[in-house]
């Protein structure tokens, strides 16, 4: 089974396939994006082990005959609805198979000390997911192999000196860290695997128990070797005590490295085309350069109105402290949810359903959700930061700080109604088939757009309090746009990235930490942490060309239309709200910010 090279050859499964072409006939538009976006997800989960050249092929073929297959449909007869569902499923194939390439590219670069015991788990899982007749003695023997060759890996990296006697950085902190990562997705793959056999097959339980067991401890202690040797993480130091001291700030989180995986400067202009965002990543840190002084000259005006004269900080300081007493807290947050509701529904800013406000149901983080997560969470439900006896002094005053009065005032809109709450509830009943194109410009924009609403209007952030907190969050996404886009341009590290945000917003050092680790952990995407202001100021000129311009009767049939209208890039919102004339070669062009 055990393959020594990279490239596997294709299982049977794979070359038997049938093209990935509609089987029906009169598919519309919409029904080609609902059977595309499951078709994706089933064989993401059958081609489901990490750096296999079969699940690269499959998924490759899959979008090129995709997209061949909607280049040949009627383009100039749809509607507008259909134009640009056509141009958001074409987007989204193009992008798709760009990602592809890049994480096989990626790939490569640890492929040197994974692959070969990646290899043969790998054939053994495509065994497994094809429900192939395997030998049970077969297995065994393949393990023992295997765990000789994890144990190669870490020779490998160990001995890998220059002629000087210093170790030799052959790989790069993010392949490290790529290669931590994927080394604990494969030894998921592996457990499952083993699992499926376990317990049904006596011969399987009698020979490949104990080699497994091997295996699967030699691959337990692989990715933090790996984080260390390759990403130049350390380990923790091991906290003295049973651990329950929650007034003991020792205990070496605030030491952990951040890392990330920049995409350089081509995978951003990549990144920003298929958001359709006409911008040079350079133009857009200016952009937020232009919005920080903004929201800095804003924050001195309420400083002197508290008695703090410019020295804003001061007054950042004394509304930091202003936090609800212990237990308050849910209570205090639900409150401020039942005011936004309240505050668009008496102006008739957007439609609101009854169930919509009826089922919010709140939870609590837990203090290891809080390390990223350091303020609170909202969508479906809301997740609420909330300091125990099991938090240690620091993390405790990190969730105070984080949910104060007049910052959790900024914010409670944001995350429910007429924030992302009600975005996703109408999003699951209108065009939900138009989720599989979520994108932060929409999904953040969205949420940030209303706290410049109801800031413009006058009559929400009354206190200087109010605006301190509401102009804290505007800072903080002025400032994750260069921190971000500076990260991936190679012009900032995760450790400058923190002190940007302590620096420029006031940040809790513990918090900023969370918000980096956040940023760069894998889980969101390049742009995400740009989209949320973008997103706003797009929206924001949108509701400019089209309200201000006498389009729509009211901000309650604009808003309701862009809800409905369900997840895309803005500029697309844009040429649907505005029906504008489109083509199937459509290209970005829509310049919603001046002066940059």
């Known amino acids: 089974m055990a393959d020594q090279g990279w490239v596997a050859v294709e299982s049977s499964a794979c070359t038997a396939a049938s093209a990935t072409t509609s089987p029906f006939p009169e598919e519309t538009i919409a029904e080609r994006i609902t059977r595309i976006g499951h078709d994706r997800s089933d064989l993401e989960a059958f081609y489901k082990f990490p750096t296999s050249a079969a699940r690269h092929e499959r998924l490759a073929r899959f979008y090129d005959e995709e997209l061949d297959a909607l280049r040949q449909q009627p383009f100039d007869a749809y509607d507008q609805d259909a134009k640009v569902d056509y141009l958001l499923l074409q987007n989204y194939l193009e992008r798709s198979r760009r990602a592809l390439d890049l994480d096989r590219a990626r790939d490569a670069e640890f492929a040197p000390f994974v692959q070969p015991f990646a290899a043969p788990i790998r054939d053994w899982v495509q065994a497994r997911m094809e429900v192939r007749a395997i030998d049970p003695q077969e297995v065994a023997g393949s393990f023992d192999v295997i765990v000789k060759e994890v144990r190669r890996c870490r020779q490998m990296l160990v001995s890998e000196k220059k002629s000087d006697g210093k170790k030799d950085k052959k790989y790069s902190q993010a392949a490290g860290y790529r290669a931590a990562r994927t080394i604990e997705e494969i030894r998921d793959q592996l457990r499952e695997m083993y699992e499926f056999y376990k317990g049904y097959d006596p011969l399987f339980d009698w020979w490949v128990r104990e080699p497994y067991d091997r295996l699967d401890a030699a691959l337990a202690v692989l990715p933090a070797f790996v984080r260390e040797k390759v990403g130049g993480v350390k380990p923790k ?23 990330g995986e920049p995409i350089g400067r081509e995978g951003l202009l990549a990144e920003l085309e298929a958001e359709m965002i006409p911008y040079s990543p350079e133009e857009l840190i200016r952009l937020a350069e232009k919005e920080y002084a903004w929201c800095e000259a804003e924050m001195i005006k309420a400083s002197r109105e508290m008695g703090l004269g410019d020295a804003w900080r001061d007054a ?63 969508g479906t ?37 007429p924030g992302h709450h009600l975005q996703l509830f109408v999003a699951d009943r209108a065009r939900p088939y138009r989720r599989l194109f979520t994108t932060p410009f929409y999904v953040e924009g969205w949420a940030l757009y209303w706290e410049m609403v109801f800031w413009a209007r006058g009559d929400f952030f009354t206190s200087p309090e109010d605006r301190v907190g509401s102009l ?8 994750r746009i260069v921190f971000s886009l500076k990260f991936h341009l190679g012009q900032m590290t995760p450790r400058e990235c923190v002190e940007l945000l302590v620096d420029w917003v006031g940040h809790e050092r513990a918090t900023a930490e969370g918000e980096v680790r956040r940023s760069f952990n894998g889980d969101y995407g390049p742009l995400y942490q740009a989209g949320y202001l973008l997103g706003a100021l797009q929206l924001w000129k949108l509701r400019e060309e089209t309200v201000g311009q006498g389009l729509f009767p009211d901000e309650r049939v604009f808003h309701d239309r862009i809800l ?15 029906e504008q004339e489109l083509h199937r070669d459509f290209k970005s062009k829509w310049r919603f910010y001046e002066g940059i």
């Open 237 to 259: 130091p091991e906290k003295p005590g049973d651990g329950d001291d929650d007034d003991d700030e020792e205990d070496g989180d605030e030491e952990d490295d951040i890392v």
């Open 316 to 378: 950042l300081e004394k509304v930091k402290g202003l936090v609800e007493p212990p237990g308050a807290q849910p209570l205090f947050i639900k409150s401020l949810v039942d005011e936004g509701t309240a505050y668009v529904e008496k102006h008739q800013l957007v439609s609101v359903p009854p169930v919509a406000k009826e089922a919010i149901r709140m939870y609590m983080l837990s203090p290891a959700a809080q390390k990223v997560s350091p303020f609170f969470l909202g």
């Open 381 to 417: 439900y809301l997740q609420v930061s909330y300091p125990t006896s099991q938090m240690r002094h620091a993390d405790k005053l990190m969730s105070m700080r984080g949910n104060n009065r007049h910052f959790a005032k900024a914010t409670a809109f944001h995350e429910m109604i």
């Open 472 to 479: 804290f969050w505007r800072m903080h996404r002025c400032a």
């Open 564 to 578: 409905k209208a369900n997840m895309m890039p803005i500029e697309l919102l844009r040429a649907l709200l505005l």
